[in-house]
């Protein structure tokens, strides 16, 4: 392979990482087997990449500490320590060492947060194009959690959702409108042919999800369940009021199209939550936790 090729892939597998993916998927994604997904992700690691797995899912992600903070060294600074570097013999014990950690100090290798960003917006910008320009979109390696597959296919793009994180479009493969995660999306690509299917807009809840009829849930929260929901479904904090409960002090009541999206915050804070309404969201969330695995 040619060093620009293995180069992208190794970026790409960056980017890939900061979700946890398995070995296969990775194969696919990157067009590759599984023998060299092994010895790329050894490679990171020798250039100081922390590579973590969950052995219950057999899944591989980047072990980020908490600290994110910009490099120590400017690229002028880099630059002339590489400068010095290179007037060491090539056995220099330590010269592989400070090198590897000047090639993660330095502006050389992007952070895995700037890769995957950048990927992200780039994404979202051919995507606002084809709807403004009433194109279709093919949709390279899209992961499907619905399917649990990994497949190309081609969508019309109609809305995005307030915070860009869905995307609605028609989709050719099942001849009906959907929404599509733009995380999921490996890449996107603009066609010269034009949108034919007209589409309503949608009505979603605020945890992203459509129905046929509202439902209103009613949920009582703890401050640490609140404040979750308040950062992450900024939708919701018209529902939010304060009631005079030391346990909990806050109270959801809103309309939900589905009980999947909702059902996944309760279902993530165990003790956190009580849910007082209807007796079908109940009954959905013994459901699910009927049918764990662990």
Same mark, same amino acid.
């Given at each position: ?30 067009? *590759? ?5 092994? /010895?790329? =992700?050894?490679?990171? @690691? $020798?250039?100081?990449? &922390?590579? +973590? ?39 220099? *014990? ?5 090198? /590897?950690? =000047?090639?993660?100090? @330095? $502006?050389?290798?992007? &952070?895995? +947060? ?181």
């Amino acid at each position: 392979m040619i060093p620009q090729q293995k180069l992208l892939r190794l970026f790409t597998l960056i980017r890939l990482l900061k979700q946890p993916h398995t070995i296969g998927q990775l194969a696919v994604l990157l067009e *590759t087997n599984v023998r060299t997904v092994y /010895r790329y =992700l050894a490679l990171l @690691g $020798e250039i100081g990449y &922390l590579i +973590d797995s969950n052995p219950q899912t057999n899944q591989y992600f980047l072990f980020e500490p908490g600290s994110t903070a910009r490099p120590l060294f400017t690229p002028e600074e880099t630059a002339e320590l590489q400068k010095l570097l290179a007037s060491l013999p090539p056995t220099h *014990t330590l010269g592989m060492s400070i090198r /590897r950690k =000047l090639h993660m100090s @330095g $502006e050389l290798v992007p &952070l895995a +947060d700037e890769l995957h960003d950048r990927h992200l917006g780039r994404m979202i910008d051919r995507l606002n194009q084809a709807i403004e320009e009433q194109k279709q979109v093919r949709l390279v390696k899209y992961q499907s959690a619905r399917s649990n597959t990994i497949s190309t296919r081609v969508i019309e793009p109609k809305w995005f959702t307030d915070n860009y994180a869905l995307l609605w479009a028609y989709d050719h493969e099942s001849a009906e409108r959907r929404s599509f995660k733009i995380s999921r999306m490996e890449d996107v690509e603009v066609l010269t042919v034009d949108a034919t299917h007209a589409v309503a807009e949608p009505v979603v809840d605020a945890f992203g999800w459509s129905g046929a009829a509202p439902i209103v849930v009613t949920l009582q929260l703890s401050l640490r369940a609140y404040r979750l929901l308040y950062e992450e479904y900024p939708a919701a904090r018209a529902f939010l009021l304060p009631q005079p409960d030391s346990l909990f002090p806050y109270v959801f009541r809103g309309e939900v199209y589905s009980y999947i999206g909702i059902g996944r915050f309760v279902l993530g804070l165990p003790g956190e939550i009580r849910v007082t309404g209807p007796a079908g969201f109940r009954d959905y969330l013994e459901g699910r936790v009927g049918e764990r695995l662990w």
